[in-house]
């Protein structure tokens, strides 16, 4: 161990010591989530008796209601079945999973039904960021390791707000892979207008999507991934049953409204 990295142990060391202190100062102290407060518990043990409220992240609904749809010329018209995931180029992300399960799902459908189906790999890409870089380039070659056809793989980098928005009212399921995310709003953006979920099941998305209700929750597993894709694309009813309950979990859950009135009882030390 060199000099530098020992000296950054201690260094870090010596701020989370303060972290953790200056957490434990608060009168309350709040979580996004319950597996945030599970993580908490066991990263903090001077803490781990104490008392955590959940608070749920809110979305602005006002802002996905005002923003039109856009063109996205990338994305061929043809495209009846579209799958997207949504998450910045990044390894922990879990991108893979996605392509994996894609081509996986061509030995669960038809060939007619499979090339009606199209997989958007889009998210945040920072062209001074090395592991945007790299991971990137390396879920370009996966795909062409499965001999995914082309022109049912799309890839956007850096979608604009317009472009996300869209891509989520367009598409047939989005695909959620982060394993142990401690919340995850993309799920939550996703059921708001209408678009079932396919995550895994671990972490927030645990408590963002009811299973069967909002979204599906599946296994960190392609064929597991796939079989869920298979199904929204032959289930109509559940499809529409999963477009009609999602809305309504995020505006009772998760929309400013209900995030204020969350906030406003733990103020006033309320019972919700």
Do not use: W
């Not at 064929?223 to 009813?237: N, S, T, V």
């Amino acid at each position: 161990m060199t000099f530098l990295s020992a000296y950054l142990i201690k260094f870090r060391y010596f701020l989370d010591s303060i972290e953790e202190f200056s957490t434990g100062l608060a009168d309350v102290i709040c979580v996004n989530s319950m597996f945030t407060a599970s993580v908490f518990k066991q990263t903090f043990k001077s803490l781990k008796d104490r008392e955590l409220t959940v608070l749920y992240p809110s979305l602005n609904t006002e802002f996905f209601d005002k923003t039109e749809e856009c063109s996205i010329p990338e994305i061929p018209e043809s495209a009846e079945y579209i799958f997207t995931s949504l998450n910045r180029f990044e390894v922990k992300k879990n991108i893979k999973l996605a392509i994996e399960a894609f081509a996986y799902l061509r030995t669960l459908v038809s060939d007619d039904e499979f090339s009606k189906c199209h997989l958007v790999l889009a998210g945040g890409y920072d062209q001074l960021n090395q592991e945007n870089i790299d991971y990137f380039k390396e879920l370009v070659e996966y795909v062409d390791f499965f001999s995914l056809p082309q022109e049912q793989v799309t890839f956007l980098r850096s979608p604009s707000d317009e472009e996300k928005i869209t891509l989520l009212r367009r598409s047939r399921a989005v695909l959620y892979t982060p394993h142990n995310e401690h919340f995850g709003i993309v799920p939550v953006e996703s059921m708001y207008v209408g678009t079932p979920v396919i995550a895994v099941n671990s972490g927030g998305p645990k408590e963002s999507i009811v299973h069967l209700e909002t979204g599906l929750l599946a296994e960190q597993l392609p064929e597991a991934f796939a079989e869920c894709m298979a199904r929204l694309i032959r289930d109509e009813p559940l499809v529409k049953k999963l477009r009609q309950m999602g809305p309504k979990r995020v505006h009772d859950l998760f929309a400013f409204e209900a995030f204020s009135s969350r906030l406003d009882h733990i103020v006033k030390g309320e019972e919700f």
